[in-house]
């Protein structure tokens, strides 16, 4: 929908109207035709403005459209006829410019916007490209380099930067429709031809095609498999070397590849799934809606080793006051020192006073007495937890939450330590935490609606992208790592090096393999859960034997390399060997090659070649099945909670969905027949017997994902 006005006596305004970004869904595209034909008739009309309704300009094309059969106006020939127009058209951005609502105000011959203003061309998020002219125009108007940046990463500027690029003829503190019309009034019946930007030459550069073979191999180095961002400079190189009618020809022959392929869909999903997740339910029925969060002035963070730190830091980031307890000097003396660096680095980037004075230090709990929420993040282990939350309990005012950083103990343990169990959970923060966009929110039994409304709040005002998920061992994310470190070793055993393994993870799209991610993150913290586990045993018996623990297979692999001393990066040897301690570039180490030759021998184990397909099955689909038993566990509430997970706190590959996204790309049946082929050859290991909810989505005729809630829920009423 589109709303026409005649203001001031001579200009037509034209207002999008589509709550609440104004995408240009069909009917918007249709008003928008109409509008301008209207106030192109209109002889008393001299000049034309648009703008977007509430305050927003417009967020591009209607995502929700783009799986269905798209009816309506194109968005070519309606921009073309907007820069064909012989009235000055003027674009007045407020909010958001983005994507095909970019690419409108490129159709225009002028574009003012707010200070406050942003605008970018973030198609390629969505496995696509500026399909409108944006990859034709953008080059036209502010050169090559600065478009293909803009394009390539789908980067959102701010109004500032877009005026110092060239993209907006002027920026306004003021009301901009008001700027934008008397604007329009100035313009009326000058003469258009230098403001249509389809018709300037793209500006020259000294050399396109270095230029070019640079920008590829950056996006092949970044996009980890992703197709747009590939697109993306071919449809930019068409704008530098063809005329605009053929370049134009070419952003639609690729867009066509874009549109349909898995990965756009994928990316789509990640799109809506990160928002459904913010409409969070607990297995109890309470929900987003009804539970109101209680506010958070004050926190404080117990505990100040690195991730205590990095909670802090986001904290006082976002404002909020902030008692840091650690109650050993020495710590406590050398975290103050790297937080105040932290913040001092992020303000610098971002160009704002570091938030210093947000955090009091403390060595004494005590001092927690008047804040409204408390996160502990002490070391992980549940004798020592259990006794801070005793502590926290009788400290802390009446109505403060206690909320714990574990990565995977009992909630309900913590909260039975306490008067008031309904304000514990968990607030589950991955390493940086003040970099990590992930936060898994974990209610247990007695968790009150209030708390997780109240800890999922907060993560949105610290900027995190928060999840609420059921308690159990490891909650949703480490808890279907399990299985698939477990893949990863019996691989080594029967014959794959670490190598091997992290190749076709990587190829599949995983920042780091498994390997080379579990180095970085330090060898000894799994051994030590395993060791409190009692699955570390020193009996040096060998053969099978030894390699079943309570039961099931067990791979003491990684016991081993820790007796060892190699912890990974941080002592400079684990799966891989490094030049010194802490240095990040992994070489392969005949050591690890000559000991798993000997412990394969000393155990009997013959060595087959294992190609890619199996690595990524077994790793993958026994990941997945965990995910599975958590949808019918009721640990969470759906498949975009596991999704939005992985993308965020595993570094899952955005254009791959998500796992169990994933999982319904390569179909269900398929993972279900792969997972019992692996099974039967390796009946003592759990994780790969494919879980009772998998079964039954291949028998309800494998429905796509966004049913599948349906067939959960007429599971648990059969529980
Ligand atoms: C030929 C092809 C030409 C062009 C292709 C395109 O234009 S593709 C689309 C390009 N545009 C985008 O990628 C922008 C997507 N939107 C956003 O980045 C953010 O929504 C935005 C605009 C920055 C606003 O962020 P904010 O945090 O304020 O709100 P939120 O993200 O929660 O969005 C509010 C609701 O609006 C829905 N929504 C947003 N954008 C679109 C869109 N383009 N199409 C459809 N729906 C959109 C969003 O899903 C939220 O809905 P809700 O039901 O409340 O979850």
């Known amino acids: 929908m589109a709303q026409y006005t005649r203001v001031s006596g001579s200009v037509g305004l034209i207002t999008l109207q589509n709550p609440p970004v104004n995408a240009l869904s069909a009917a918007v595209r249709q008003g928008i035709v109409n509008t301008v034909q209207r106030a192109l008739s209109e002889p008393e009309v001299k000049s034309v403005v648009i703008c977007g309704q509430k305050g927003a300009f417009c967020g591009g094309a209607d995502i929700k459209e783009f799986g269905t059969n798209m009816s309506g106006p194109p968005l070519v020939p309606m921009i073309h006829a907007i820069e064909s127009a012989v009235k000055p058209v003027v674009a007045a951005i407020e909010g958001v410019a983005l994507g095909g609502g970019l690419e409108l105000a490129l159709g225009c011959h002028y574009r003012i916007a707010h200070s406050k203003a942003r605008l970018g061309l973030p198609e390629v998020t969505l496995g696509l490209l500026p399909a409108a002219g944006g990859t034709q125009r953008l080059p036209r108007l502010i050169g090559v380099p600065a478009a293909l940046d803009l394009i390539t990463t789908g980067r959102h500027v701010t109004a500032t930067e877009a005026l110092q690029l060239g993209i907006v003829d002027q920026i306004t503190d003021h009301n901009t429709v008001d700027v934008a019309v008397k604007f329009a009034l100035s313009v009326a019946g000058q003469s258009l031809d230098s403001r249509r930007i389809s018709s300037y030459p793209c500006p020259r550069h000294s050399d396109f095609d270095a230029l070019f073979e640079a920008a590829m191999q950056k996006v092949h180095q970044s996009a980890r498999g992703a197709i747009a961002p590939v697109a993306c400079v071919q449809a930019v190189r068409a704008a530098a070397t063809l005329p605009y009618s053929q370049g134009m020809e070419r952003e639609k022959e690729l867009m066509a590849t874009l549109f349909t392929s898995g990965q756009a ?40 080793g690195t991730m205590g730190r990095g909670i802090a830091v986001a904290l006082a980031q976002a404002g909020l006051s902030v008692v840091a307890v650690e109650t050993q000097e020495k710590q406590l003396i050398e975290a103050k020192q790297a937080v105040t660096g932290m913040l001092e680095r992020g303000a610098k980037r971002r160009g704002v006073t570091p938030a210093l004075d947000k955090i009091t230090y403390s060595p004494n709990i005590q001092n ?317 290991v759990p994780s790969l017997h494919p879980s009772t909810l998998l079964r039954k989505l291949v028998a309800n005729g494998s429905p796509p994902i966004h049913k599948w809630r349906e067939v959960i829920k007429k599971l648990h009423s059969q529980l």
């Open 265 to 304: 869909r994928a990316l789509q999903y990640c799109f809506f799934a990160q928002r459904a997740v913010g409409r969070w339910s607990m297995s109890s029925g309470a929900r987003w809606d009804t539970s109101k969060p209680r506010p958070v002035h004050k926190a404080a963070v117990i505990g100040l």
């Open 368 to 684: 927690v007495a008047d804040v409204d929420l408390i996160i502990e993040a002490v070391f992980e282990d549940m004798a020592l937890k259990e006794k801070v939350f005793k502590q926290l309990s009788a400290v802390c005012k009446p109505g403060t939450f206690l909320c714990t950083n574990t990565s995977g103990l009992d909630i309900n343990r913590l909260a039975s330590q306490t008067c008031n169990p309904e304000l514990v959970v968990g607030m589950h923060f991955f390493a940086p935490a003040h970099v990590m966009k992930l936060l898994e929110v974990v209610y247990g039994p007695r968790s009150s609606p209030h708390a997780v409304a109240t800890a999922m709040h907060l993560g949105k005002k610290i900027g995190k992208v928060s999840v609420a998920v059921g308690n159990c061992r490891g909650f949703v994310g480490n808890r279907m790592l399990k299985p698939y470190l477990e893949q990863a070793l019996f691989l080594l055993e029967e014959g794959a090096t670490p190598e091997q393994v992290d190749q076709a993870l990587e190829e599949f799209g995983f920042a780091m393999g498994v390997f080379r991610m579990s180095d970085l993150s330090g060898l000894d913290v799994g051994w030590r859960v395993r060791k409190a586990d009692g699955l570390v045993t020193s009996d040096a018996t060998t053969g099978q034997q030894a390699r079943i623990r309570q039961g099931h297979r067990y791979s003491p692999l990684g016991d081993l390399l820790c007796e060892q001393g190699r912890f990974g990066q941080k002592t400079g040897r684990g799966w891989y060997q490094y030049d010194k301690p802490g240095s990040r570039v992994a070489k392969p180490d005949p050591w690890l090659q000559n000991f798993l030759e000997e412990y394969r021998a000393r155990h009997g184990l013959v060595v087959r070649r294992i190609d890619h397909q199996e690595v990524l099955e077994r790793c993958l689909y026994s990941l997945i099945n965990e995910g599975f038993r958590i949808l019918e566990d009721g640990i969470a509430a759906g498949p975009e909670d596991i999704d939005v997970i992985y993308m965020f706190g595993y570094s899952w590959p955005r254009h791959r969905g998500g796992p169990m996204f994933y999982a319904s790309m390569v179909g269900l049946a398929r993972v279900l027949e792969r997972l019992e082929y692996y099974h039967q050859a390796h009946p003592d």
